[in-house]
């Protein structure tokens, strides 16, 4: 069982940054795929980015690639969301998500396979 909690959110001005922090209870940590998803109201839920077990490997959505930047500690079980350049658009609710047996690169992508899921922490982004 893994327990993820988001934070970082809040309101900033078009350009701005924001930092998403979530952090991860249990021992396994290292073990899991880790992976950011958004949702904006009145929109499905869409992957933002994901990172490998070790941190060598990540992957991005287009709308976010060279904005967005996705890392982990694994000493301090969590993963981070370092976001610039911020747009209205980037506005939405940001979920963290894990699973321990997502083995390709386009599994990392789609959120059905992911088993544990954080509350979400809701970034604005005004004009």
């Known amino acids: 069982q893994v327990q993820l909690v988001e934070s970082g959110g809040g309101l900033v001005q078009a350009g701005g940054s924001l930092r998403l922090s979530c952090a991860a209870s249990?021992?396994?940590?290292?073990?899991?795929?880790m992976a950011w998803f958004r949702q904006a109201p009145g929109k499905e839920r869409e992957f933002v980015a994901a990172i490998s077990r070790s941190g060598e490997s990540t992957s991005y959505a287009e709308a976010v690639k060279g904005r967005f930047t996705i890392s982990r500690d694994n000493a301090k079980n969590t993963v981070y969301l370092q976001m610039n350049s911020l747009k209205p658009e980037d506005t939405a609710v940001y979920y963290c998500?894990?699973?321990?047996?997502?083995?390709?690169?386009?599994?990392?992508?789609?959120?059905?396979?992911?088993?544990?899921w954080g509350q979400g922490t809701q970034v604005t982004v005004s004009s």
């Open positions: 249990g021992r396994t940590f290292s073990r899991n795929i």
């Open positions: 998500a894990a699973d321990t047996g997502i083995t390709t690169a386009e599994r990392m992508k789609a959120e059905g396979y992911y088993d544990y």
